[in-house]
């Protein structure tokens, strides 16, 4: 049955309707910046008008940027959506829509679409790594997501790579999101610099051979590496897919994850890394499958 996916971001709210494994009806609008009750109001008026144009579409799937209560009916908090802070966005939605309603962190709504639909199609196991202002991942075994007992499984940005490293927003030292975001990458090659200088510009200046610059990148892209070759030790999937903004990068993000994530695989196994495909409708795609997995 077709099913509505909804991403809420920062800045903007999408969604669609994915009808045989196809996303149609594509919707966008920014987020509104006045407190949790007008998000969940805008979220509301998307399924609607999305329901009028697909009257058969009943499961309701919402992907969020953050971490989820163990009853995945509260958002614990999303620091890059205003006033989103313990939103009780499921009851709050079931009440506006009358309808069953579906919530999901971004990061394993983005791993459940490239495994079934994208990057990973195919496999018995992947996970997905999303690069971006922090890191985050999420592990999708037999086509669903693994959540561990206390739903944390995934936290990858927030696995400790550097003791002693800089402090992450989580509040511990040397976190592998601390050190290897786009955010990280940024502040680390501001500093080299000694002037501002954005993830994007990092990656140019390293690819022009700045000494400083490609310190940075590089350290960052081998920190990714690393902590692949420790996952492929701990869970042996069968393909990594990243995605996420400093991903976007291409060619020399890819070759330098790859390179570290072999030097220190070793003798185990090899490392399949591969390109996310859905690009930004991963979200909204995720959020309808999680809905069509577990809705109604
Ligand atoms: P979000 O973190 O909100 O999900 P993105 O996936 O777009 O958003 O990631 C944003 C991060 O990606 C920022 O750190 C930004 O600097 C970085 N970024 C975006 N575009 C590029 C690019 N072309 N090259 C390198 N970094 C980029």
Known sequence: APAIGIDVGGTKIASGVLIG???RGRHVQPTPETGWPAVLDAIAAQVQGLQAQFPDAA???VGVPGPLSLDRRRVK???NIYGFTDVPLVEGLEERLGLRVVLENDAKAAALAEAHLGAARGTGSSV???VSTGIGAGIVLGGRIWRGRHGIAGELGHVTVMPGGPVSGAGLD????AIASGTAIARDASYALNRDVSTAEAFTLAAGGHPAARRVVDQALRHIGVALSDLQKLL???VFVIGGGVASVGDAFFEGVQAAADEYA???APVTIRRAQLGGDAGVIGAALAAGQEGA
């Open 266 to 268: 070793g003798p185990f």
């Open 59 to 61: 499961r309701v799937g």
């Open 21 to 23: 494994g196809e996303l």
């Open 236 to 238: 042996d999937p069968e």
């Open 174 to 177: 040397g976190a592998l999101e």
């Open 128 to 130: 997905y790594v999303t």
């Open 77 to 79: 908090f999303a620091p």
